[in-house]
Structure formats: structure tokens, C-alpha cells
């Protein structure tokens, strides 16, 4: 996957489409380019950081990313994450307030309707009151919170904390997932689990609902 890796990082955008389609017809498992796609956009990210790519490049990254994932879309059915029609459980989704990231958590949303959830997903920049209201409406079983930034963190810990005051902690497992995290910051934040790939987060919530 090394060919779309680099061509993803020197933003060669009809390279990018033209290899992922390759790839999948030629059988390769649509999981594993998804993963490559997450290699260059860590590469991206560490460009960004060191100061030779510009927020430009995070958009351009971006817009790569959302095309590539609807070509590989149809071929995830069958792929090693599973597939299903039967619903096992609801999980409600949300990027947390002050971040707007969203890539990750439309391939998760996208990756547990694949797996047999109900998914409810009410996009980014979202209040925990928010989240809390709408988990109640749905019925979730699960909350699923995504969160790039280092400053998602104390909003995330805000959520939870803020189903204690309410006394609804335990009606709902919380799984908090994006790069950042690690299990130092999960216990900060109070979750019942964290993850920093797709997979993981639908193997711990399919764990769940077993
Ligand atoms: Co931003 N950004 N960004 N960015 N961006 C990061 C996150 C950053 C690490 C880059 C860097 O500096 N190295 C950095 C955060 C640093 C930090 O906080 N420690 C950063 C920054 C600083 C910023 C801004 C502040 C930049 C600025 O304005 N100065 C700004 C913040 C805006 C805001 O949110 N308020 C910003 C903006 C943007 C864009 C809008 C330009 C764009 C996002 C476009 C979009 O999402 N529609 C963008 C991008 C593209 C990135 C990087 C390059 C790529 C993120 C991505 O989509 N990765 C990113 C660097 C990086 O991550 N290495 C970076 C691919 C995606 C498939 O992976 O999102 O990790 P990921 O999702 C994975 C897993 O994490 C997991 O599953 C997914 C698939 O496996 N997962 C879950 C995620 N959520 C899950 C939920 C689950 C389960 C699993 O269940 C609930």
C-alpha cells in the first residue's frame, strides 16, 4: 500500500482514487486500505506539526479521504469487520464540542451500520447536553464520542461526568475514539473504553451488546 500511502501525502488526488480502486478490484481487503489511508493521513499530520504543510493540505487530506471512503464503501460488506443486517444494538455517535473532525467518525458510523448497529449520528461540534438528550430519545445503548483534539478531552470528561450528576452513567457503555487518546486520558475521562482505529471500537461494542 506504500504507492497510495505516498501518493496521498504528496496530495496526488487522481493517483490516490485510481490506486484504491486498483487495489480493491484486485481483491485487496477494504479495511487494510482504509488503514493506509490513516498512514498518510498521520504522515500529513506530522507535516502539519513540523511546519511544511498548512491547513490547505488538512483540507485537501480531507476531501481525499471522504472520495476515497465511497469508493471503498461498497466493498466493506464481507470484508474482515463483518457483515449484517440483523441490528444488535444502537449506538449514537457524535464528534464532542469544539471539535470538527469528522473523517474517522463517518468511517465508524459507516463501519457499525455495516456491522449490525443502529446508528444515530449527530455530526460534530456536539454539546454533551446534546448527546445526553438525544442517547435518551434513541434509546443507545452505547455513546460513541469522537475527538481529535487534545482540548476534546475535558469536554469528553464533561459528558460523562455529566451522566453521573444525571444518574444515567450506567444505563450506557461509553466509548470515546481518535488518535490522541491513550488509557491515561480514557480514565481521565471516565469512559468505559477507548480505541484509536474502527476496528477496535466495533469489536469492543459488538463485545458489549454479545
Ligand atoms: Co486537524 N488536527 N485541525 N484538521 N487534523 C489533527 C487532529 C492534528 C493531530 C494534526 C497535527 O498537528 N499533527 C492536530 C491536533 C493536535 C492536538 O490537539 N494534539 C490538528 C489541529 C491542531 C487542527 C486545528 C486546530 C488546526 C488549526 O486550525 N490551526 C483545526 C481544529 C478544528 C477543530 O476541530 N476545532 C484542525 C482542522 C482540520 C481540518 C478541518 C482542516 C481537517 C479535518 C477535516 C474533517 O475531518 N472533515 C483536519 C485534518 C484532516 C487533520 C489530520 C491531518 C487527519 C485527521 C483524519 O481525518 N485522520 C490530523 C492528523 C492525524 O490524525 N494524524 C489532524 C484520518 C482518520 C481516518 O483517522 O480521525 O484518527 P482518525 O479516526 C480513526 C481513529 O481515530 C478511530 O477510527 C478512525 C478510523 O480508524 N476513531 C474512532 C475516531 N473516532 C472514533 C470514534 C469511535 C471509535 C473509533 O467510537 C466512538
Not at 36 to 50: C, D, L, V
Not at 183 to 195: E, P
Request: charged content about 25%.
Amino acid at each position: 500500500m506504500q504507492e497510495l500511502i505516498d501518493a496521498m501525502v504528496e496530495m496526488m488526488e487522481d493517483k490516490v482514487l485510481e490506486l484504491t480502486k486498483q487495489y480493491l478490484e484486485d481483491g485487496k481487503d477494504p479495511v487494510e486500505v482504509f488503514r493506509a489511508y490513516q498512514s498518510a493521513m498521520e504522515e500529513i499530520g506530522k507535516r502539519f506539526e513540523g511546519g511544511t504543510y498548512f491547513i490547505p493540505e488538512l483540507i485537501m487530506s480531507g476531501e481525499m479521504m471522504k472520495s476515497g471512503s465511497e469508493v471503498i464503501k461498497p466493498y466493506l460488506n464481507g470484508s474482515e469487520s463483518g457483515a449484517g443486517t440483523e441490528k444488535i444494538g444502537k449506538f449514537l455517535l457524535a464528534t464532542i464540542e469544539g471539535d470538527i473532525h469528522d473523517i474517522g467518525k463517518n468511517i465508524v458510523a459507516m463501519m457499525m451500520d455495516l456491522n449490525g448497529f443502529e446508528v444515530l449520528d449527530l455530526g460534530v461540534d456536539v454539546p454533551a447536553d446534546t448527546i445526553i438528550e438525544k442517547a435518551k430519545e434513541f434509546g443507545a445503548d452505547i455513546i460513541g464520542v469522537s475527538g481529535l483534539l487534545t482540548l476534546a478531552f475535558d469536554p469528553m470528561k464533561g459528558l460523562v461526568d455529566k451522566l453521573k450528576d444525571a444518574g444515567l452513567r450506567d444505563q450506557y457503555k461509553v466509548i470515546v475514539g481518535g488518535a490522541q487518546l491513550d488509557q491515561q486520558v480514557c480514565d481521565y475521562i471516565g469512559a468505559d473504553a477507548f480505541v484509536t482505529d474502527a476496528v477496535a471500537g466495533i469489536n469492543q461494542c459488538k463485545q458489549w451488546v454479545a
